[in-house]
């Protein structure tokens, strides 16, 4: 489960199939640790249809819980001032 945890916060929002194809490990065994994660509260999952080149993939997207990610380096936008 640890090495989910660790895909995902250093890769943010993935769906299942992702997470596995990423830490090699079977799409059962990942599905299996991702609802145990779930259930303690350090993931939050939905499921979510998404279409690729016309083909329907249907999985759980899953990101860490709590978790906000460092901003990237470089200029930001600056705010613009209501009159």
Do not use: N, W
């Not at 943010?12 to 194809?21: P, R, W, Y």
Request: charged share 30%.
């Amino acid at each position: 489960m640890q090495k989910i945890h660790a895909y995902l916060k250093s890769r943010g929002e993935q769906l299942d199939s992702e997470i596995a194809a990423g830490t090699h490990l079977p799409l059962e065994d990942v599905r299996l640790h991702l609802s145990e994660m779930v259930k303690k509260g350090e993931v939050i999952a939905c499921h979510a249809t998404r279409f690729v080149k016309g083909k329907k993939i249907e999985g759980m997207l899953c990101r860490v819980s709590g978790y906000i990610p460092p901003a990237t380096p470089g200029r930001k936008p600056k705010a613009s001032r209501a009159a």
